[in-house]
């Protein structure tokens, strides 16, 4: 690593070059291809003739360090230590050795770990921390991905495929920390009332100032009798913007909270832009610990992407060539007032060309 250029700096992580296989140093930006094993391995293969084979197993994300040790253990054995996190928090066991993949493939399945998430299915589900960490998780994260990796394991193992590969998230609140918004079938955690206001803690622990400011529709004005803040309800919105200025507004609610699902985004820019995720159900109440109503949205949305799209279409693209409303009539799902974009400026938004397709 002598020839790198050193960083001036004692923050941040050291150069990443140093932890890449000795291969993947060796042929850095020269790869010719890469090719698909099984559900959980592919290889990569170099200009130079060298490869590289990769495994790719789930992980909770949310993990202890006796996972990690596991996982690290394993790396040791079989990869010379190497191991890697994707976006999606898939764990990938780089091998330079073809004969230490069989091995290390039969090991992680007689341990329990779930080999797959490569190719035309699911892979791991990118999640955020719901109840176990955040104050405005409006539903669990943890939870909800555990019930939809049940439901579909088959579509991660490679056991059963689908015309191309489609990515579940979860987050648990609209801040959306997970990536939900460019995601095949999504859940995003929402609250449907206004934050609660405990006056004796507005003065105690907020400043009033800024908690007005928080509000991206300007839904909070100053309450000079009580020396705090009050909401006006019908210009709120219920983001939950205000409780992170706030701690005296707390918004979650058990009654109310609940999730939307939201479905058609994506990041890849092959064959089509990268796109949004789009409404497609407005509320599911947190029915848990198993949200049957939500695996059984999922489970109707990928059915009938299952039977309706070519090969290599996204969800996405499967929903622009059918159409919105065929979509709605081919999954049963009801078309209601929230899927309008009523907001402020929802204009910016609105379908304003004069071609109509039905
Ligand atoms: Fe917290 Fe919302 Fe992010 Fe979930 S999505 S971790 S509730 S900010
Ligand atoms: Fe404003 Fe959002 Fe707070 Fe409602 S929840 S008052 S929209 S910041």
């Not at 507005?202 to 100053?222: H, L, R, W, Y």
């Not at 078309?335 to 974009?341: A, E, G, L, R």
């Amino acid at each position: 690593m002598a020839d790198l250029p050193q960083r001036q700096t004692d923050i941040g992580p050291p150069h990443y070059m140093q932890f890449l296989p000795p291969v993947a140093q060796k042929n850095y930006g020269q790869w010719k291809y890469h090719e698909q094993l099984s559900g959980g391995s592919m290889v990569h293969v170099a200009e130079s003739g060298d490869k590289l084979w990769t495994v790719r197993a789930a992980s909770p994300r949310l993990i202890s360090t006796d996972f990690i040790r596991g996982l690290t253990a394993l790396a040791d054995k079989y990869c010379g230590g190497h191991l890697r996190f994707t976006t999606r928090h898939n764990v990938e066991f780089l091998v330079s050795d073809e004969s230490n993949l069989k091995p290390l493939m039969d090991e992680l399945k007689q341990k329990n770990y779930m080999v797959g998430g490569i190719g035309d299915g699911i892979s791991n589900i990118v999640h955020t921390q719901g109840w176990v960490h955040c104050h405005s998780a409006a539903t669990d994260a943890s939870g909800l991905v555990k019930v939809l990796m049940d439901e579909f394991a088959d579509y991660f193992t490679g056991t059963k495929t689908l015309p191309a590969r489609v990515r579940f998230a979860v987050a648990c609140c609209t801040n959306m920390c997970g990536a939900v918004h460019c995601s095949d079938i999504a859940v995003v955690g929402i609250h449907r009332k206004p934050p609660a206001i405990i006056h004796e803690d507005v003065k105690k622990a907020c400043e009033v100032p800024s908690t007005i400011s928080s509000c991206p529709t300007g839904a909070i004005s100053p309450d000079p009798a009580n020396k705090s803040v009050k909401i006006k309800a019908d210009k709120c919105m219920y983001c939950g913007n205000c409780y992170s200025v706030c701690p005296a507004m707390p918004i979650s609610d058990p009654d109310n909270d609940g999730v939307a699902i939201v479905a058609g985004g994506k990041i890849g820019s092959l064959r089509s832009n990268p796109k949004f995720s789009k409404l497609v159900i407005p509320y599911l109440p947190n029915n848990t610990p198993k949200w049957p109503e939500v695996v059984a949205a999922f489970r109707t949305i990928l059915t009938a992407y299952e039977n309706g799209a070519r090969k290599h279409e996204r969800l996405g693209e499967w929903i622009d060539r059918v159409g919105w409303e065929k979509f709605f009539s081919l999954t049963g799902l009801p078309f209601t007032h929230q899927h309008i974009d009523d907001f402020t400026i929802a204009r910016e938004t609105y379908r304003t060309s004069a071609a109509f397709k039905w």
